[in-house]
């Protein structure tokens, strides 16, 4: 399960990169502390399936697509006010 875990911390990391999201403030969102997901995300620590699921609530979307392999791309798709794919992609900066 190793790689679903690396899938998992690399795209927490995408999603906080998406959504101008910091450590910090993630880990206020999904009530961990900043050192723990900091090692968590550096790969010194594993989270549970309950923190998980608190890290997708987080970042608004679910714990499929934070677990997806292979790792989200450099790139996401802009929406429109209706959630649709608008056609437009952007690198990850």
């Given at each position: 399960m190793p790689a679903k875990t690396d899938a998992f911390?690399?795209?927490v990391k995408r999603y906080c990169k998406l959504l101008g999201m910091t450590q910090g403030e993630l880990a206020v969102r999904a009530t961990l502390s900043?050192?723990?997901?900091?090692?968590?995300?550096s790969g010194k620590s594993?989270?549970?399936?309950?923190v998980?699921?608190?890290?997708?609530l987080a970042l608004r979307t679910s714990l499929e697509a934070l677990v997806a392999e292979?790792?989200?791309p450099d790139v996401?798709?802009?929406t429109d006010e209706t959630g649709i794919d608008a056609g437009l992609?952007?690198?990850l900066k």
């Open positions: 911390r690399t795209n900043q050192e723990w997901l900091s090692r968590m995300l594993n989270p549970t399936l309950p998980c699921e608190r890290i997708a292979p790792p989200l996401f798709a802009e992609t952007y690198p």
